[in-house]
């Protein structure tokens, strides 16, 4: 009888393990919390075509939750090799102060990892006032190269590309394809200024020769039909391409195939510079499109693939490293051990002098991706990916 | 001199062609499903020649023979079934299910169960290859679910997530998972030893091979690809070819338009050739002095002598070819 109990204790022992081991319910849950803004011009106002804004129907919301939503569903199949659960709280909140008071809140109940979907001023006022506590910080979507340099810090990443990162992909493109003199149309908001100094910068790395900076207006005045009319803009000018630092959008609509000389437009319209872009079609990109448009019903934008791969680096960091503890994470996300797979292309990782992601990017139309930069037969010693952004001596990075 | 010279290049082009064909046994023919086009194309090993283009379903993948031979199954991924071509008659003649997007699959040595990885649905189904009737689908198999390989006592399948990373050992026969195991990023294609002891599987941005001990599971070693003049991101190893005394294994190399030659017990690289871009579906012929390599990139196949290490011909083919079989 002895012996019959013992045998059904094995077994039971036997089924517990298997059970354990394979099983959810006594893993510890790792919950990272989203932010965003209640208000955010760059979805509500920033490349929104004219159509749409009066539109019922065409307004659909773009924002990044999207596929973090998309990430924390595929997080699930992680659970049994991460040994945790992954969960998602977002907050949506007003400001910078209040998105603080957040974080402060969250992290008093165990979250430690966050995304934060907000544009350079937040994120860099968040990640100022936050830079003392055990946290990590991953910007999705603000671009601002003051982020990567003297505003950087050692708790925030950045998953979003630089505009630096834009213009030395659009700028190799150029090149390669002897498109070498750039006229440049610049718009009024600073982050025009901001986009055309980055581009500034690409031209003088790559060796373009931007024949002229011409400030645009929108507008129909014929006062001012240097800044508001194509036909002054890009007449009198000996260019092969116009670069066009538009962030806000509308006006940029309106220059491909009205150019006074036949000439490639590119930057915020023409060839456009994006982290990812629908009609990619290797690297696994087309399955990444399905999930994400099954789930939706919509095609997934730049926005949405930030915030996916970052959750989804969060996951991965977590099975490697074999911990939860932020502050490892964190290390392991610096080290050279890490790949990331943003199913376009080459492994990608974290530049340890300024946590940017080095990343592919798609040079890409409406409906089509061109070719990703680095463009090929730009060569870097140590990593072809870094070719394109701030290098290790460029950076005025200082953790 | 210059027509000498002439002649030298020709005959030497001559005898690499007379070399080739030792495509003895069956037709001889050479199978490759283009997935871009929709066909499979025919080649006949003696001369290279295009025996046929067979129409199939929509982007024909992974291919597998079965019925001895009689038989080559191809996943038509888009049309979600697998088709069965009859070899003696290059028709199409049936039909199987296997699920939504079946992608790579494979079947089980005694012929009874046909294991196929649905990548949309993060499953695997397993059919009856003979009937064509689903016999149980196996869900949670990571995200995108790629790579399909039975241990040869057909008890064990070893199943590749590519986006998690892992590798998810299942048994198909009663369709419980049995274990899973963190791999190398991004991991496509598996081969077990012949002996059954050993699993190695491609991690195709890693640019590396993980090796699982195919009994017990555990992570037991890693081959690095590396080669001066190849960039790191540009290794991508994909699929397998192996002897049949399990001694040497081939490795596509992808963008690095390299064939890896491995000496499995030491692990040693011992040589890469130079084969077409994105170089990624290989099958040795029977004799095994042949290895046919598709290359997705350049459209055609690159035949390489084994015992040369060399290329010795490429033959176009359809578009974006995926998956190579030899009938011989």
Redesign the interface.
């Known amino acids: 009888m002895h012996w019959i109990l013992r045998l059904v204790g094995v077994i039971l022992i036997a089924v517990l393990t298997v059970k354990s081991s394979?099983g959810n319910d006594d893993l510890p849950i790792v919950t990272i919390g989203y932010l965003d803004l209640i208000q955010d011009v760059r979805y509500e106002d920033w490349g929104v075509h004219p159509v749409d804004i009066r539109s019922a129907t065409a307004i659909v919301d773009r924002r990044a939750y999207a596929g973090a939503q998309l990430a924390i569903d595929?997080l699930k199949?992680?659970t049994?090799?991460a040994k945790a659960r992954f969960a998602m709280q977002r907050e949506t909140v007003e400001n910078a102060a209040s998105m603080i008071a957040t974080i402060n809140r969250l992290r008093e109940s165990g979250t430690y990892f966050f995304l934060m979907d907000a544009p350079d001023s937040v994120v860099g006022e968040v990640a100022a006032q936050t830079r003392d506590q055990d946290i990590v910080l991953f910007n999705t979507t603000a671009t601002g190269d003051a982020l990567r340099n003297e505003h950087c810090q050692q708790h925030l990443f950045h998953i979003a590309a630089s505009r630096s990162m834009m213009a030395d992909a659009v700028a190799q493109y150029l090149v390669s394809r002897k498109w070498t003199r750039v006229l440049v149309l610049r718009g009024p908001l600073p982050e025009d200024i901001e986009m055309t100094r980055a581009f500034e910068r690409s031209a003088e790395l790559f060796g373009l020769n931007i024949s002229q900076i011409r400030d645009f207006v929108l507008g129909n005045d014929p006062r001012a039909r240097e800044a508001n009319n194509l036909n002054f803009l890009t007449g009198s000018a000996k260019y092969d391409a116009v670069f066009v630092a538009d962030v806000d959008g509308e006006f940029s609509l309106t220059v491909p195939f009205a150019t006074q000389k036949p000439a490639a437009v590119t930057g915020a319209s023409g060839i456009v510079p994006r982290v990812w872009h629908w009609s990619y079609l290797r690297h696994?990109a087309p399955?990444v499109h399905?999930?994400f448009e099954r789930m939706h019903g919509r095609r997934m934008g730049e926005a949405d693939w930030g915030a996916w791969v970052a959750l989804?680096t969060i996951g991965?960091a977590i099975?490697?490293a074999k911990t939860t503890n932020a502050v490892e994470v964190a290390a392991y996300l610096r080290s050279d051990k890490l790949?990331i797979?943003g199913s376009k292309?080459?492994?990608m990782s974290i530049r340890t002098w300024n946590n940017q992601l080095r990343q592919p990017i798609m040079l890409t139309t409406e409906n089509w991706t061109i070719t990703r930069a680095p463009i090929e037969g730009f060569k870097h010693q140590t990593?072809?990916?870094d070719t394109i952004g701030h290098g290790e001596r460029d950076t005025n990075c200082k953790f | 001199m210059f027509f000498q010279r002439h002649i030298l290049c020709c005959s030497t082009v001559l005898s690499l062609i007379l070399v080739t064909p030792v495509f003895a046994e069956g037709t001889g023919y050479i199978f490759v499903s283009n997935e871009a086009d929709n066909t499979v194309t025919v080649i006949d090993g003696k001369n290279f020649e295009i025996v046929k283009i067979i129409p199939t379903g929509e982007r024909p993948r992974d291919m597998r023979w079965h019925k001895n031979n009689t038989q080559l199954l191809i996943a038509a991924s888009g049309s979600d079934r697998i088709e069965v071509l009859d070899v003696a008659s290059l028709e199409i003649i049936n039909f199987l299910e296997a699920g939504e997007d079946p992608e790579i699959f494979s079947i089980d040595p005694s012929g009874k169960i046909l294991v196929a990885a649905n990548e949309d649905d993060n499953e695997v189904t397993i059919t009856d290859p003979d009937t064509g009737k689903q016999i149980r689908t196996i869900e949670d198999v990571g995200i995108e679910p790629e790579g399909i390989t039975f241990r040869n006592d057909g008890e064990v399948v070893f199943v590749t997530s590519e986006v998690t990373n892992t590798v998810i050992i299942i048994d198909p026969w009663s369709g419980t998972i049995l274990d899973e195991v963190l791999v190398g990023n991004r991991p496509r294609r598996g081969i077990v030893t012949p002996d059954d002891k050993e699993y190695w599987v491609t991690n195709e941005l890693g640019g590396t091979i993980s090796i699982l001990d195919a009994q017990t599971f555990e992570l037991i070693d890693e081959i690095l690809f590396e080669k001066p003049g190849m960039r790191e991101g540009d290794i991508n190893p994909v699929d397998f070819a192996m002897t049949a005394d399990g001694k040497t294994a081939y490795i596509t190399l992808g963008r690095a338009r390299h064939v890896a030659i491995v000496d499995v017990a030491s692990r040693d690289v011992t040589d890469y050739v130079l084969a077409g871009d994105r170089v990624w579906g290989a099958a040795l012929t029977a004799d095994e002095k042949f290895l046919v390599v598709t290359n997705g990139a350049s459209d055609d196949i690159t035949i390489i002598d084994t015992i040369k290490k060399v290329a010795v011909n490429s033959v176009p083919v359809g578009r974006t070819p995926h998956t190579v079989r030899i009938d011989d």
């Open positions: 394979l595929e199949q992680f049994r090799i696994g399955q399905g999930r989804k991965m099975a490697r790949r797979d292309g080459p492994g990593n072809d990916l």
